[in-house]
Structure formats: C-alpha cells, structure tokens
C-alpha cells in the first residue's frame, strides 16, 4: 500500500510545489529523494526504518510521476504522444525487471544489495538533469540582458479535469497503478495456491 499511498499524496502535493519551484529542480529534489529512501531501505536496521524510508522513496517516485509529463511537453512538444508513451512502457518494464531480479541478486549478494542496487539507477538519473540546469545557467550568464522590460505572456491554466490529455494520462497511471496493485496482492496468493 505504500507506493499507492505516496504516490497519492504527492500527487495532490506536487501541484503546489510545481507552481513555486521550477519543475527541473523539482524534478531534481524527487529524483534525490528517491536515491535516499532506496539506501536508507537498504542500510537500515529497522523494520520502522524500512518502512520511513520506503515512504520517503515512494514520495519521491509520485513526485517524478507528477513532474515528467509537463517536463516532456516542455523539452519535446512535438514529441507528446510518443513520449508519454515510453515513461509509461519504462515504469511498466523496470518495475517487472526490479521483481525479477530481486531474488536472484538476494541469493547472490544477500537482500540489502538487492534492494539498494536501485539507488544507483536513480542517482545516474540525476546526471542529465544536473546538464540541464547547468547548461541553462551558463546561458543565463551569457544572455544580454533586455533592453526594456516586456511583460511576459499570459498563459492561460488548463484544468487538468477539463483536458483529455489530462484525463488520458490520468487513466494510464490508473491503469499502471491497478496493474502494479494486482501484481502485488493478488499474484502471489495464486502463485502459493499454485504449489
């Protein structure tokens, strides 16, 4: 229940935090947080300790959910549909790669490593963003600055409860969610049945 209940939470959480922070560095902070929660699982001596940081990775991992998707239109707005669409196949593909190689890698290298080798994963996503933002600095430094003040554009918000892309990608992290929910609760009942 643990993921499902981060990744609610933050996803009314994120929301806010989108409009006072830039989604990159947003992006950044989730990214972290998950790499701490998944050594902190990993590290820790406690069954409390799993479970705080568990949630502190799930957190994290709702917060990316929320944040990728305008960072896709942002940085490939020609791109919306195909885009989306491969976070979604990659969320679907890691999760059955990290279930199939957990026993495996607990056998081999005992059950932390197992558990904390995911960190790595996520720390190496922290490389291209940390491109980004320092290739946006150097930029800024670069960048004459403007002769007059200009007001920027007004951008109009969307409802996301109005928006069919809204209410798409809301039905395929359901769908996502469900699958994961299943997978979780229900799959190893039938497997124990099974023998």
């Known amino acids: 229940m643990l993921p499902t209940a981060g990744f609610a939470a933050m996803g009314f959480l994120a929301v806010p935090l989108i409009r006072r922070t830039q989604p990159e560095h947003l ?30 990775a799930m957190l994290g991992i709702g917060v990316v959910n929320v944040v990728i998707p ?4 942002k940085y490939f707005p020609d791109k919306i549909g195909i885009l989306p669409a491969l976070h979604v196949t990659l969320l679907a593909v890691s999760t059955a ?16 490593f197992s558990i904390g080798i995911w960190a790595v994963i996520s720390a190496a996503a922290t490389v291209p963003w940390l491109t980004v933002l320092a290739g946006r600095r150097t930029a800024a430094r670069v960048r004459k600055p403007p002769t007059s003040e200009v ?4 951008t109009s918000v969307i409802k996301p409860w109005r928006s069919s892309i809204g209410w798409g990608t809301a039905l395929i992290f359901a769908g996502c969610s469900s ?3 299943a997978a979780l609760t229900w799959l190893p009942v039938v497997l124990i049945d099974r023998g």
Request: with cysteine; hydrophobic share 55%.
């Open 151 to 154: 007001p920027p554009p007004r």
């Open 97 to 112: 790669v990290a279930a199939q190689a957990a026993t495996p890698l607990a056998g081999m290298y005992g059950w932390r």
């Open 70 to 73: 305008p960072l896709l239109m």
């Open 179 to 181: 699958n994961t929910f």
């Open 27 to 56: 992006l950044l902070v989730s990214i972290l947080l998950t790499t701490l929660g998944q050594i902190g699982r990993a590290l820790g001596s406690t069954t409390l300790a799993f479970l705080v940081f568990t949630c502190v």
